[in-house]
């Protein structure tokens, strides 16, 4: 059974940072792509980044390219999304995802390549 927990959310300032992490258990059969979505009310759940976890391959949304950086840790279960120069239209909530083997692709920032989705984080930049 496959678990995301999301932490790190909060409010801040325009112009400041926020770091958020996913913790994720029960990734049987190696490697998995992991990634952040973020989703406002009434419009679709918009990819952020993403990675997998056998290295490489790192992916950004063009809206946070150069923004935002996602890294692992050592553990390959960890990935945390580092936000800095917040702007207000990145106040959303944001949603940690997994993707292990086979099932339909969507890109690496494709809502449906992702199986596996945790509760979410709310960001507020104002």
């Known amino acids: 059974h496959v678990q995301l927990v999301e932490s790190g959310g909060g409010l801040v300032q325009p112009g400041g940072s926020l770091k958020l992490s996913c913790a994720a258990s029960g990734l049987t059969g190696g490697y998995a792509r992991l990634g952040w979505f973020r989703q406002a009310p009434g419009k679709e759940r918009e990819g952020v980044a993403s990675?997998?976890?056998?290295?490489?391959?790192?992916v950004y949304a063009d809206s946070v390219l150069g923004r935002f950086t996602l890294s692992q840790d050592s553990d390959n279960n960890t990935v945390s999304l580092q936000m800095n120069s917040l702007k207000p239209e990145d106040t959303v909530m944001y949603y940690c995802?997994?993707?292990?083997?086979?099932?339909?692709?969507?890109?690496?920032?494709?809502?449906?390549?992702?199986?596996?989705w945790g509760q979410g984080t709310q960001v507020t930049v104002s």
């Open positions: 995802a997994a993707r292990t083997h086979g099932g339909a692709w969507g890109g690496p920032l494709g809502e449906k390549s992702y199986v596996h």
């Open positions: 990675l997998w976890t056998g290295g490489g391959d790192t």
